[in-house]
Structures are given as structure tokens and as C-alpha cells.
């Protein structure tokens, strides 16, 4: 009986059995993965139990040059446990960096990812990313197209603390 009553709590609350709903709430971290690597500004909302849209903005200005990056980057949630979120991203962003002649130039990032986003039970406000997948680019100091695999640790990923 008892083995019964716990099942029927578990399916009707939801939050208690399954990871952090974070729906509706806002993300604001860092992030070190644009190709020109300038530490980047990172916010991340949850749209949806399986959908989150995120953004990336990073700048560096001095005397000579004003290198940026920026872009938008969409999640689809495909597995949830206690504290972890298993998702899939594509990150789109633009970006100029210095080729190997210091002429400012402008390119592309497009990211495909497999990545989780757990948090330590009782601090499920800070989110800490894992992530792994490929990248196609042309904002290397060599001028050149790359595409490259990616194994990002939650210092270059992300991490957020979500309000």
C-alpha cells in the first residue's frame, strides 16, 4: 500500500519526481564558446517543458580594433532526470576576429551540439553545462572554413544562474 501511495505522489507532482522546472525563467551566465574567443555574455529562457532559446553577446574594444560576437542559440530538451537536463543545441553566431595580417574580419559559427545542464539538488537556481558536437566556421586567424568537433567543459559551455 504504502509502495502504491508513493507511485501516485510521484505522477501527481511532478516536481518532486522529475528535474528542475525551470519554465519561464531567465539564465544569465557566461559562455567561452564563440571561435574568435571572447568570453561571452550568456542568457538562456526556458520556452517550454522541452524547448529553451538562448543568446550569446561578447565585445572586446581597445585603441586598434573592437572584436564582437554574437548569437542565438535554441535547445530541445530529450531527456530530463533529477537535476539533469539532456538536451540537443544549435548555435548560430556572427562574429569578426583578426586574420594573421591583423585585418579585422567578419565570419560565421554554426554549432551542433549533444549537452546536459545539471544543477546540485537545493541549488537548482545555478545550472552548470557539459557540452559535445561539431562546429563549422570561418572565423579562424587563418582566414579559412573549419569544421571541427567540440568537447566543451561547463568553464567554456555555460553556466547560469537562472532568476
Known amino acids: ?27 544569465i551566465g557566461a559562455s567561452n564558446q564563440l571561435a574568435n574567443e571572447i568570453p561571452a555574455i550568456s542568457l538562456k529562457i ?7 532559446l538562448g543568446g550569446i553577446l561578447g565585445f572586446k574594444s581597445d585603441q586598434d580594433n573592437t572584436l564582437y560576437g554574437a548569437g542565438i542559440k535554441f ?9 539533469l537536463n539532456f538536451y540537443m543545441a544549435a548555435l548560430f553566431a556572427s562574429q569578426n576576429y583578426l586574420d594573421e595580417t ?5 565570419g560565421y559559427q554554426i554549432d551542433g551540439t549533444l549537452g546536459t545542464e545539471f544543477h546540485f539538488s537545493g541549488l537548482e537556481s545555478i ?15 587563418d ?3 573549419t569544421l571541427q568537433t567540440l568537447g566543451d567543459q561547463f568553464l567554456k559551455a555555460a553556466f547560469h544562474f537562472y532568476l
Open 127 to 141: 545550472g552548470f553545462s557539459f557540452e559535445t558536437g561539431i562546429s563549422a566556421r570561418n572565423a579562424d586567424a
Open 46 to 52: 526556458q520556452q517550454s517543458k522541452t524547448f529553451a
Open 1 to 27: 500500500m504504502k509502495q502504491k501511495l508513493l507511485f501516485f505522489f510521484l505522477f501527481t507532482l511532478p516536481s518532486l519526481a522529475f528535474a528542475a522546472d525551470l519554465r519561464g525563467r531567465l539564465g
Open 75 to 83: 535547445y530541445r530538451i530529450i531527456f530530463d532526470e533529477p537535476q
Open 143 to 145: 582566414g579559412g572554413s
Open 102 to 106: 591583423d585585418k579585422l574580419k567578419t
